[in-house]
């Protein structure tokens, strides 16, 4: 079992940044491809959970949705056991809950099916 906890959101002004981090526990960090996802206020349905970004066991591979792709960066350190997402240029519509989210292998991949451990989430959200 992997818990994962989530930190770092809050309230910025359009144009800001913010750093989510995901810490987590239980089990071998390294041997997990992460990703994080994110889920609107007016999307109730855990089904409507957007892919965001995901990164691969070693960390060379990374891939993002076409929405976040040039201001978004994922990253890990395995040493601390965290992944990380640095949001820049932050838009209102980037305003969600953020998920991280952890599957074994080392393949990072888009479809939320594909993971298998999720935090509780941090909410993220970005004003005009």
């Known amino acids: 079992q992997v818990q994962l906890v989530e930190s770092g959101g809050g309230l910025v002004q359009a144009g800001g940044s913010l750093r989510l981090s995901c810490v987590a526990s239980?089990?071998?960090?390294?041997?997990?491809?992460m990703g994080w996802f994110r889920q609107a206020p007016e999307k109730e349905r855990e089904k409507e959970r957007e892919?965001?970004?995901?990164?691969?066991?070693?960390?060379?591979?990374?891939i993002y949705s076409n929405s976040v792709k040039g201001r978004f960066t994922i990253s890990r350190d395995n040493a601390k056991n965290t992944v990380y997402l640095q949001m820049n240029s932050l838009k209102p519509e980037d305003t969600a809950v953020y998920y991280c989210?952890?599957?074994?292998?080392?393949?990072?991949?888009?479809?939320?099916?594909?993971?298998?451990?999720w935090g509780q989430g941090t909410q993220v959200t970005v004003s005009s």
């Open positions: 239980g089990r071998t960090f390294s041997a997990y491809a």
């Open positions: 989210s952890g599957r074994q292998g080392g393949t990072a991949y888009r479809t939320r099916s594909s993971y298998d451990y």
């Open positions: 892919f965001v970004a995901a990164i691969s066991v070693s960390g060379r591979s990374t």
